[in-house]
């Protein structure tokens, strides 16, 4: 798995196993639901790098429950996938909160693509895949992966989600309550400890300046 979690929301249970065992082969961490009261709870409960939401759900329908998370500060690009085709319905969508829009049927390849193509976008927005932080140091936007002199550094769940908001956050302060909210789901225990640790470990990889503590209001990320 390279880290990367997507939500799945599809009620239809074919289409589900066959969207879930095709992002799986690709080494996505994919949680599936077919119902959107379900779709809910869990994405209050746990953090995701991207949503695929159907529309004509059971419980709660898409637009309504992408509309509800944007209200709550839920950040994920989303991508619908939905066999609704009419113009009003592809408006409704965006004013929801959706990043893209694939009507079914599609080509899983194309989803593969949208989906790739809205992760660096998060970033960077733009399309490079490797990008370059200096001192030998790459980013690998597709594998979440931090690269030294060429060799691959892995980090572990909650360093790689730490650093993924580094990234996106270049140069500002990330306060203490935004990284425990972005790191730990609902019915974990934030820990200033472990935060500490996760810190060191990054740094060992990427140098101890590059992260800087500021006394009492959280850390930030140096880019170059």
């Not at 929301?9 to 639901?33: M, P, S």
Request: hydrophobic share 35%; proline share 2%.
């Amino acid at each position: 798995m390279n880290n990367t979690k997507i939500l799945l929301l599809e009620d239809d249970a074919n289409l589900n196993e066959t969207i879930t065992e095709f992002l799986e082969e690709l080494n996505y961490d994919v949680t599936t639901t077919y119902d959107g009261y379900e779709a809910q709870d869990i994405l209050y409960e746990s953090k995701f790098d991207l949503l695929l939401l159907d529309v004509n759900t059971p419980g709660i329908d898409g637009f309504s429950l992408l509309k509800e998370a944007r209200e709550n500060e839920v950040l994920a690009p989303c991508i619908f996938i939905t066999s609704l085709d009419g113009v009003d319905d592809l408006e409704k969508g965006f004013q929801s909160g959706c990043d893209d829009y694939i009507r079914k049927p599609f080509v899983l390849k194309e989803l593969a693509i949208r989906i790739e193509t809205l992760l660096r976008r998060g970033f960077f927005h733009e399309s490079k895949e490797l990008i370059e932080l200096g001192e030998g140091i790459e980013y690998n936007t597709k594998s979440n992966e931090l690269i030294v002199d060429g060799v691959a550094e892995t980090l572990g769940n909650k360093e790689s989600a730490l650093f993924k908001l580094f990234m996106k956050q270049q140069d500002e302060v990330l306060s203490h309550d935004r990284i425990y909210k972005e790191l730990w789901d609902y019915d974990e225990e934030p820990s200033d400890t472990a935060l500490r640790t996760y810190i060191k470990n990054i740094r060992k990889i990427i140098g101890k300046d590059r992260i800087v503590s500021i006394k009492k209001q959280g850390y930030k990320f140096i880019s170059q």
